[in-house]
């Protein structure tokens, strides 16, 4: 079984409709078990998968009994909530620090929201997808989650909160929008899945100085579609 490392707590207020219990705990070890069997070896991210009950940010209960399988579900207006190898090791190549300044785009069912504020940052989410973001932005309330959510265009970032330590990307893009690079402080990174079709390339991009980014190539992954002037 894993090593759980001491992290800094974060309290969930469970939904009237669910419970976080022994049961949902021990399943979450497993699951990180699963994670540190496929690579994942960052034990902050362990933990913070290991605490963050990734039952609450499904909706639908059909799917409430496989939430600690390593697979995406769907969570309405045709997006999914990720894998959690995905959320794993999306969060391992991004190397926040506690207090780091991060902008997520795509806040979706908000899980990785609240895996990033078990690591202690300071987040700034958009979701495009008005209903999403209503819906989700009740559940990190109501779950304790403190984060900043937006209604919005991905595709622009967030110019008046920025530069950003920290800009993760959580859907597929079919090219590296200027407007997150610009963003980055000099020497923050993005990460971010970029290409058209079925599978996207997953790339860590950092801003070396005021007009210069270096980009590293992490492998293959499937996201649903960035969109982009779509409501």
Known sequence: MAEWPVTRPITFAPFAMHKDDYRHQ????????????????????????????????????????????????PIGCGQTISQPYTVAFQSAILAVRPGMKVLEIGTGSGYQTAVLAKLGCKIFSIERQRPLYLQTKERLAR???????????????????????????????????????????????LVIPVGEG???????????????????DLGAFR????LQDKA
């Open 198 to 216: 079925d599978e996207q390339r997953m790339l860590r991009i950092t801003r070396s100085s005021e007009m210069d980014v270096s980009t590293e």
């Open 223 to 226: 996201f649903v579609p960035m």
């Open 26 to 73: 021990g399943m979450r070890k497993r699951l990180v078990d699963t994670l540190i069997a496929k690579g994942i070896e960052d034990r902050e991210v362990l933990a913070a998968i290991g605490q963050v009950p990734r039952h609450l940010f499904i909706d639908d209960t059909a799917f409430l009994e496989m939430a600690y399988q390593d697979i995406a579900f």
């Open 143 to 189: 779950s304790g989650v403190k984060a900043n959510l937006y209604h919005g265009d991905g595709y622009a970032g967030l110019p008046r909160e920025a530069p950003f330590d920290r800009i993760l990307v959580t859907c597929g893009a079919p090219f590296v929008p200027q407007g997150l690079t610009s963003q980055l402080k000099l020497g923050g990174r």
